[in-house]
């Protein structure tokens, strides 16, 4: 499991389309019995260019899996791609660690 901060969609191609809007899903088991088991952790809108763009998710979240909707699209052109899909975040343990450093520096100041 990792905790998903944020999200690289990039599109390399010339003669293609660019996506615009899209949305993530995420869940802990798949396939997923119902679609209850989707967490919605937004959606975004990407700029008409080429490259890599980023994404900050409003709220990070634990997730397995991830599903993207591609919504919607930028130009005309018959193919709408996405060349590559980067997912950041940390896993279980670093989260653990994280809070841990949180959890003894607020010790301290009380202190």
């Known amino acids: 499991d990792i905790l998903v901060k944020q999200i690289k969609l990039s ?23 119902t679609a209850e088991y989707w967490a919605d952790l937004g959606v975004y809108e990407a ?9 900050e998710l409003k709220e990070p979240a ?6 993207f909707r591609f919504l ?16 950041h975040g940390s896993t279980m343990l670093q ?4 809070q841990w450093i949180e959890s003894e520096k607020k010790g301290r100041e009380l202190s």
């Open 11 to 33: 599109n390399y191609e010339r003669y293609s389309s660019h996506v615009r809007e899209f949305q993530i899903l995420a869940s802990q088991e798949y396939p997923a019995p």
């Open 47 to 55: 700029k008409s260019k080429s490259g890599e763009q980023a994404f």
């Open 95 to 98: 989260g653990f660690h994280e």
């Open 72 to 87: 919607s699209h930028y130009g005309k052109e018959h193919y709408c791609t996405v060349s590559q899909i980067k997912v």
């Open 62 to 67: 634990w997730a397995r899996y991830l599903k």
